[in-house]
């Protein structure tokens, strides 16, 4: 599958209040980036600010790149059900990627709790061919009951959807879009993870796998086993390697870097990165106080020692 035009598409759905968090994940990927393509990004809403569009396009100031921003017709969500607090209705919006952009053959989706550390160009030159219709890094947070419950095999590789490679292509040719809506009214209870479980059980047997440095879950870096989690299907190697050296970092549950009480080890970057953006000036932690910053560091103290020995 080539690429249209020698340019890296990717696409992310956010909220106003999210704006400061993609102006993060965009600073972050601009500048860890050494391809060679030019990058466009897709900015998917219901509706921004004039005043949040203007500040996440300045950031051109760091590398030049193109910009859309697209708004979508919230009505077209409104069957899709929220079984997760933390996460919003945006989460579905990059189901009707494949005909928001009709003259694309792929594009990359990314969530805006992540911060880029490597080159995002690594993730985009995956091989794809017709038959895989997506790629993502497989996520630990569920169980082969629950495979089982959305009607996928036991032992099928389940995908994190926050950084997905799409074929638009061969997703527009499967009826993708459809096939999501359906499976949406058919079990709208099941879905706790919102959009991934839908994805997820429409594209089985056409996923291909990223290696885990491509979305590097916080689950991962507590050094999953295969014996903790039997339907595991990366080797320790490959865990410890994408730990050290991952390419993007993805802020999963409900405790994002935003907060102080963020227990991700890497949850510092966000505060770096947010320092290249216009909302660097102005960031504070909404709960740091006293008590927290003594709680974190008891907390560091003994994740050092339980590494030490």
Known sequence: ????DNTIHIALSINDPYAQHLSVTLASLLTNYNSAERLS???ISKGL???NKQKITSLKSLRDFDIEFVEVNADDFKDCPNNAAYITIEAYFRIKLPSMFPHLDK?????VDTVVTGDIGTIWHTPMSDDDWVAGVQDIGVNADFLEKL???RDAYYINSGVLLMNLTALRKIGFEEKCFDYIRKNAP???HVDQDVINPVCEGHILKLQPYCNLLHGYLETPT???FPVLQ???DEIRHACKNPVLIHYTGPTKPWFYKCKNPKAALYAHYIRLTPWGTDFKYPDKNVPAMIKKRISRLKRALKNRF
Request: glycine share 4%; no cysteine.
């Open 49 to 51: 600010l004039e005043e």
């Open 234 to 236: 990366y080797s320790s």
């Open 151 to 153: 009607g996928m095999k």
């Open 107 to 111: 594009i990359l989706y990314l969530d």
């Open 226 to 228: 295969p014996k903790k």
């Open 41 to 43: 990004f897709h900015v």
């Open 190 to 192: 099941l879905l706790m």
């Open 1 to 4: 599958m080539n690429a249209n």
